[in-house]
């Protein structure tokens, strides 16, 4: 499932935001195997529903250090406290069910890594599968992912395709890199 043309045409045009230009050339589509930043990225997308992406980007720096660098087992063990203290946070979103979900979708990390060895291993065990089935089984293992939470981050850590056109010129940065779940 491809994203629309426009959003590529956008981006290399300069249509969008500075940093949203470098986030389509730099990091979107790009594989992330380091669960660490696999649970950034789903922060990210988790933080993003309802508001526009430049709103995420603008408060990326933030939300990193917010939470703990994305450390999957620091996140996995916030207290309430660090909910609170979240939820003071004026550099993300501070939406306690968006918060809840980042915490519980930590400890669901630290359980995929028990028995799968790793969040990406999880992802390659489950590969190849179609997007809706993708969409079934991460509303079945998450919190707030849903239909479309959950294409933005496939595509953004390029465990699907379609994060850009076939004629983007930033595919030819992203392919030599092959995710690890296609190998």
Not at 153 to 181: N, Q, R, S, Y
């Amino acid at each position: 499932m491809a994203i629309s043309h426009s959003y590529c045409k956008a981006c290399l045009e300069g249509k969008l935001s500075e940093l949203h230009m470098d986030y389509h050339k730099e990091t979107y589509g790009f594989p992330a195997a380091d669960d660490n930043e696999l649970l950034g990225r789903m922060i990210y997308e988790i933080s993003q529903a309802g508001l526009s992406w430049d709103t995420i980007l603008k408060k990326r720096d933030s939300i990193r250090v917010a939470y703990a660098d994305f450390d999957v087992n620091a996140v996995a063990h916030f207290s309430e406290s660090d909910i609170l203290r979240l939820l003071d946070d004026t550099g993300i979103i501070r939406m306690r069910r968006k918060i809840e979900a980042a915490i519980h979708n930590a400890q669901v990390i630290l359980s995929l890594q028990t028995q799968h060895g790793s969040l990406a291993q999880w992802l390659v065990d489950q590969s190849p599968m179609d997007l809706p089935d993708w969409q079934k089984l991460f509303k079945k293992t998450f919190r707030f992912m849903g239909n479309e939470i959950t294409k933005e981050f496939l595509m953004g850590t390029g465990t699907i395709a379609g994060a850009h056109d076939p004629e983007c010129p930033v595919l030819k940065d992203i392919v030599p890199l092959e995710p690890l779940w296609t190998r």
